[in-house]
């Protein structure tokens, strides 16, 4: 089992920037592949950016590629979103997930674990 805890949401204005963290337990964390998903009131949860067990392949969303970096400490047991250049439509819940396998996925159904999520808003 694995439990996921994000923090670092909150409320940021049209172009600002955001550091969500998701700490894991677990003592093989560098063995899973990491995910972060967000979902907007009445739409369903989409894909934001994954990380590999390795921290060395990586995979965004179009729509927020240039702007999001996800990245891992393995040693700290975190893996992190840095959100910048931010805009209304970043607006959601944002969740971490992981899958008990090293690979990057898009796919919310090949993720194990979920985190509690954390709200981010972006005003305008």
């Known amino acids: 089992q694995v439990q996921l805890v994000e923090s670092g949401g909150g409320l940021v204005q049209v172009g600002g920037s955001l550091r969500l963290s998701c700490a894991a337990s677990?003592?093989?964390?560098?063995?899973?592949?990491m995910g972060w998903f967000r979902q907007a009131p009445g739409k369903e949860r989409e894909f934001v950016g994954a990380?590999?067990?390795?921290?060395?392949?990586?995979s965004y969303a179009d729509s927020v590629k240039g702007r999001f970096t996800i990245s891992r400490d393995n040693a700290k047991n975190t893996v992190y979103l840095q959100m910048n250049s931010l805009k209304p439509e970043d607006t959601a819940v944002y969740y971490c997930?992981?899958?008990?396998?090293?690979?990057?996925?898009?796919?919310?159904?090949?993720?194990?674990?979920w985190g509690q999520g954390t709200q981010v808003t972006v005003s305008s």
């Open positions: 997930a992981a899958r008990e396998r090293p690979y990057c996925s898009r796919s919310v159904l090949e993720y194990d674990y």
């Open positions: 677990g003592r093989t964390f560098s063995r899973y592949g």
């Open positions: 990380i590999c067990g390795s921290g060395g392949s990586k």
